[in-house]
């Protein structure tokens, strides 16, 4: 009987591992600092503009900034898996709603490598970059990375500094 008691406790605690990790795995990533979460999906995603000493840019409904990705074709990411990890997109199930300043019409979807659907902004899929720490941080700005540079978008779809 004395044997039965921590046979019992490693099994449960085997069960428990499993549950949990079973769980972790399924479970949508939480947005971190260094990983901002993807847009909301459905009627959620959202592109408004903001204004810092860059310029004028897009960004999602909670204020983080959009990065277009210059090895991109138009209507087409050329951003793979790996790519993604650092440079997640900016999803929607459907076209994102927009704000003032924003032009409705340039607003359309492309398909990921991993297969999510991109929102696109002037035929540029849009990125957020897992380097910035809080809303309207612009640190991707003008990094050379997955072989082409980054750049923040401006409302008329072009990378800020080009208008």
Known sequence: MKRLIPVALVAVAA????VVTGCGSS???AATAASPAAAPSGGGATINTRTAPIGKFLVDGKG???Y???ADKPNMS???SACLSIWPGFTAKGKASVGAGVDAAKVGTT???DGTTLV????HPLYYYAGDQKPGDTTGQDLDQFGAKWYVVSPSGSKVGDD
């Open 64 to 66: 983080r900034t959009l």
């Open 111 to 113: 398909k990921a490598a």
């Open 27 to 29: 479970a949508p990533k």
């Open 120 to 123: 696109t902004y002037n035929g």
């Open 78 to 80: 050329n951003c793979p």
């Open 15 to 18: 069960v428990v591992a499993i």
């Open 68 to 70: 277009l990705f210059e």
